[in-house]
Protein backbone atom coordinates (compact mmCIF):
# COMPACT_ATOMS: atom_id res chain seq x y z
CA UNK A 1 0.00 0.00 0.00
CA UNK A 2 1.71 3.78 -1.20
CA UNK A 3 1.77 6.33 1.02
CA UNK A 4 0.57 8.72 -1.27
CA UNK A 5 -3.15 7.73 -2.67
CA UNK A 6 -3.78 8.61 -6.53
CA UNK A 7 -6.60 6.64 -8.28
CA UNK A 8 -5.99 3.67 -10.25
CA UNK A 9 -6.46 4.93 -13.70
CA UNK A 10 -8.02 8.15 -15.59
CA UNK A 11 -9.35 8.59 -19.14
CA UNK A 12 -9.87 11.33 -21.54
CA UNK A 13 -10.54 12.03 -25.60
CA UNK A 14 -8.07 13.71 -27.92
CA UNK A 15 -8.04 17.51 -26.72
CA UNK A 16 -9.57 16.80 -23.69
CA UNK A 17 -7.94 18.10 -20.28
CA UNK A 18 -7.90 15.45 -17.44
CA UNK A 19 -6.56 15.79 -13.76
CA UNK A 20 -4.53 13.35 -11.85
CA UNK A 21 -5.18 13.94 -7.73
CA UNK A 22 -2.33 12.81 -5.01
CA UNK A 23 -3.08 12.60 -1.76
CA UNK A 24 -0.93 12.37 1.07
CA UNK A 25 -0.50 13.92 4.67
CA UNK A 26 1.25 16.55 6.87
CA UNK A 27 4.16 14.57 7.08
CA UNK A 28 5.11 14.71 3.42
CA UNK A 29 2.77 16.62 0.77
CA UNK A 30 1.74 18.84 3.73
CA UNK A 31 5.23 20.23 4.42
CA UNK A 32 7.26 19.22 1.45
CA UNK A 33 7.06 19.70 -2.49
CA UNK A 34 5.60 16.98 -4.81
CA UNK A 35 6.85 15.38 -8.47
CA UNK A 36 5.26 14.49 -10.97
CA UNK A 37 6.67 11.24 -13.03
CA UNK A 38 5.69 9.75 -16.59
CA UNK A 39 6.35 6.73 -17.06
CA UNK A 40 5.64 5.43 -21.16
CA UNK A 41 5.33 1.43 -21.70
CA UNK A 42 8.26 -0.14 -21.20
CA UNK A 43 10.38 2.60 -20.54
CA UNK A 44 11.78 4.27 -16.84
CA UNK A 45 10.29 7.05 -15.42
CA UNK A 46 10.66 10.80 -16.12
CA UNK A 47 10.88 13.69 -14.69
CA UNK A 48 7.63 15.58 -15.56
CA UNK A 49 6.97 18.09 -12.70
CA UNK A 50 9.33 19.41 -9.62
CA UNK A 51 8.67 22.09 -7.16
CA UNK A 52 4.73 21.29 -6.93
CA UNK A 53 4.28 23.22 -10.54
CA UNK A 54 7.48 23.63 -12.27
CA UNK A 55 8.55 21.99 -15.87
CA UNK A 56 11.53 20.64 -16.21
CA UNK A 57 12.99 21.84 -20.19
CA UNK A 58 11.76 20.15 -23.18
CA UNK A 59 8.38 19.70 -21.05
CA UNK A 60 5.58 20.92 -23.09
CA UNK A 61 3.14 23.45 -21.46
CA UNK A 62 0.53 21.02 -21.89
CA UNK A 63 1.44 19.43 -18.29
CA UNK A 64 0.94 21.43 -15.40
CA UNK A 65 0.90 20.58 -11.27
CA UNK A 66 -0.73 22.65 -8.25
CA UNK A 67 -0.47 21.88 -4.78
CA UNK A 68 -2.99 22.73 -1.73
CA UNK A 69 -2.56 21.23 1.84
CA UNK A 70 -1.83 18.04 1.99
CA UNK A 71 -2.64 17.25 -2.02
CA UNK A 72 -1.40 17.80 -4.68
CA UNK A 73 -2.78 17.61 -8.82
CA UNK A 74 -1.64 16.76 -12.16
CA UNK A 75 -3.22 18.80 -15.12
CA UNK A 76 -3.07 17.46 -18.34
CA UNK A 77 -4.71 19.62 -21.60
CA UNK A 78 -5.49 18.92 -24.94
CA UNK A 79 -4.99 15.73 -24.22
CA UNK A 80 -2.64 13.72 -27.00
CA UNK A 81 -1.75 10.18 -27.60
CA UNK A 82 1.23 10.49 -26.80
CA UNK A 83 0.34 11.15 -23.27
CA UNK A 84 -1.18 7.39 -22.68
CA UNK A 85 1.39 6.55 -19.87
CA UNK A 86 1.35 5.57 -16.04
CA UNK A 87 1.85 8.81 -13.70
CA UNK A 88 3.89 8.58 -10.54
CA UNK A 89 3.63 12.02 -7.55
CA UNK A 90 6.48 12.01 -5.12
CA UNK A 91 7.47 13.58 -2.15
CA UNK A 92 9.82 13.74 0.78
CA UNK A 93 8.12 12.53 3.76
CA UNK A 94 9.68 14.12 7.50
CA UNK A 95 8.50 10.86 9.37
CA UNK A 96 9.82 8.33 7.03
CA UNK A 97 12.81 10.20 5.97
CA UNK A 98 13.75 9.55 2.31
CA UNK A 99 10.88 9.75 -0.97
CA UNK A 100 7.60 8.56 -1.41
CA UNK A 101 5.25 7.54 -3.95
CA UNK A 102 1.54 7.28 -4.96
CA UNK A 103 0.52 3.98 -6.46
CA UNK A 104 1.05 5.56 -10.25
CA UNK A 105 -2.07 6.67 -12.56
CA UNK A 106 -2.55 4.57 -15.78
CA UNK A 107 -4.01 7.55 -18.01
CA UNK A 108 -6.22 6.25 -21.17
CA UNK A 109 -6.48 8.10 -24.37
CA UNK A 110 -10.32 6.80 -25.93
CA UNK B 1 23.33 15.41 -19.20
CA UNK B 2 23.80 12.57 -16.82
CA UNK B 3 23.80 9.17 -17.87
CA UNK B 4 23.16 6.23 -15.76
CA UNK B 5 23.40 3.00 -17.11
CA UNK B 6 22.77 -0.64 -14.13
CA UNK B 7 24.35 -3.71 -14.75
CA UNK B 8 24.02 -7.11 -12.92
CA UNK B 9 22.82 -10.42 -13.19
CA UNK B 10 18.99 -10.86 -13.85
CA UNK B 11 18.51 -13.98 -12.38
CA UNK B 12 19.15 -14.61 -8.32
CA UNK B 13 18.85 -17.50 -5.96
CA UNK B 14 16.16 -17.12 -3.38
CA UNK B 15 18.24 -16.38 0.33
CA UNK B 16 20.99 -15.59 -1.30
CA UNK B 17 22.67 -11.37 -2.57
CA UNK B 18 21.12 -9.52 -5.35
CA UNK B 19 24.01 -7.13 -6.43
CA UNK B 20 23.69 -4.38 -8.99
CA UNK B 21 26.27 -1.82 -10.27
CA UNK B 22 25.32 1.91 -11.49
CA UNK B 23 27.78 3.38 -13.99
CA UNK B 24 27.77 6.93 -14.13
CA UNK B 25 28.82 9.21 -17.09
CA UNK B 26 28.60 13.04 -17.14
CA UNK B 27 28.84 14.02 -14.01
CA UNK B 28 31.37 13.31 -11.18
CA UNK B 29 30.19 11.06 -7.83
CA UNK B 30 32.77 13.16 -5.96
CA UNK B 31 30.91 16.62 -6.73
CA UNK B 32 28.80 16.17 -4.10
CA UNK B 33 25.99 17.44 -6.68
CA UNK B 34 23.15 14.76 -6.25
CA UNK B 35 22.55 12.12 -4.16
CA UNK B 36 22.96 8.81 -5.89
CA UNK B 37 19.94 6.69 -5.26
CA UNK B 38 18.24 3.14 -5.82
CA UNK B 39 14.53 2.62 -6.81
CA UNK B 40 12.76 -0.81 -8.00
CA UNK B 41 8.98 -1.42 -9.77
CA UNK B 42 8.09 -5.41 -9.05
CA UNK B 43 5.85 -6.28 -12.24
CA UNK B 44 3.07 -4.95 -12.43
CA UNK B 45 3.26 -2.11 -9.67
CA UNK B 46 4.38 0.96 -8.48
CA UNK B 47 7.80 2.75 -7.39
CA UNK B 48 9.66 2.11 -4.11
CA UNK B 49 12.25 3.93 -3.26
CA UNK B 50 15.56 1.59 -1.81
CA UNK B 51 17.57 4.09 -0.86
CA UNK B 52 20.42 6.42 -1.22
CA UNK B 53 24.09 8.06 -0.91
CA UNK B 54 26.30 10.84 -1.11
CA UNK B 55 29.21 11.61 -2.39
CA UNK B 56 31.03 11.25 1.23
CA UNK B 57 29.22 7.75 1.70
CA UNK B 58 26.38 8.84 4.46
CA UNK B 59 23.52 6.91 3.19
CA UNK B 60 19.58 6.03 4.03
CA UNK B 61 17.77 3.26 3.92
CA UNK B 62 14.28 2.59 3.51
CA UNK B 63 12.89 1.05 6.61
CA UNK B 64 11.00 -1.42 5.38
CA UNK B 65 14.71 -2.76 3.63
CA UNK B 66 17.15 -1.12 6.42
CA UNK B 67 18.37 -4.54 7.64
CA UNK B 68 18.93 -6.17 3.99
CA UNK B 69 20.42 -3.25 2.03
CA UNK B 70 23.90 -1.97 1.35
CA UNK B 71 24.62 0.99 -0.90
CA UNK B 72 28.26 1.82 -1.73
CA UNK B 73 30.04 4.01 -3.79
CA UNK B 74 33.52 3.37 -5.83
CA UNK B 75 34.75 7.22 -7.14
CA UNK B 76 37.71 5.73 -9.22
CA UNK B 77 35.79 4.19 -11.48
CA UNK B 78 32.37 6.77 -10.95
CA UNK B 79 29.92 3.88 -10.14
CA UNK B 80 27.59 3.35 -6.92
CA UNK B 81 26.40 -0.30 -6.16
CA UNK B 82 23.54 -1.75 -4.29
CA UNK B 83 23.59 -5.01 -2.76
CA UNK B 84 20.08 -6.71 -1.29
CA UNK B 85 20.65 -9.47 0.89
CA UNK B 86 18.52 -12.65 1.70
CA UNK B 87 16.26 -12.01 -1.40
CA UNK B 88 12.61 -13.92 -1.85
CA UNK B 89 10.26 -13.43 -4.60
CA UNK B 90 9.11 -10.37 -3.70
CA UNK B 91 12.11 -8.94 -4.37
CA UNK B 92 11.77 -9.57 -8.43
CA UNK B 93 11.67 -6.42 -9.51
CA UNK B 94 13.00 -3.95 -12.36
CA UNK B 95 15.52 -1.96 -10.44
CA UNK B 96 16.80 1.78 -11.43
CA UNK B 97 19.40 3.75 -10.22
CA UNK B 98 18.60 7.59 -10.47
CA UNK B 99 20.01 10.80 -9.42
CA UNK B 100 18.30 13.26 -6.71
CA UNK B 101 19.75 16.86 -7.54
CA UNK B 102 18.96 20.35 -6.73
CA UNK B 103 15.29 20.13 -7.84
CA UNK B 104 14.93 17.85 -4.89
CA UNK B 105 13.58 15.37 -7.76
CA UNK B 106 14.86 12.27 -9.21
CA UNK B 107 16.29 14.08 -11.91
CA UNK B 108 17.93 11.30 -14.21
CA UNK B 109 17.26 7.22 -14.99
CA UNK B 110 19.00 4.34 -15.89
CA UNK B 111 16.83 2.47 -18.25
CA UNK B 112 16.26 -0.29 -15.55
CA UNK B 113 17.62 -4.04 -15.14
CA UNK B 114 14.84 -6.82 -14.23
CA UNK B 115 16.08 -8.95 -11.34
CA UNK B 116 14.16 -12.13 -10.86
CA UNK B 117 14.14 -13.80 -7.80
CA UNK B 118 13.88 -17.75 -8.68
CA UNK B 119 15.33 -21.02 -7.97
Known amino acids: QSVLTQPPSASGTPGQRVTISCSGS????????VNWYQQLPGTAPKLLIYSNNLRPSGVPDRFSGSKSGASASLAISGLQSEDEADYYCAAWDDSLNGVVFGGGTKLTVL | QVQLQESGPGLVKPSQTLSLTCTVS??????????WTWIRQPPEKGLESIGY???????YYTPSLNSRVTISVDTSKNQFSLRLSSVTAADTAVYYCATWGSREAFDFWGQGTMVTVSS
Open chain 1, 26 to 33: SSNIGSNT
Open chain 2, 53 to 59: IDYSGST
Open chain 2, 26 to 35: GASIRSGDYY
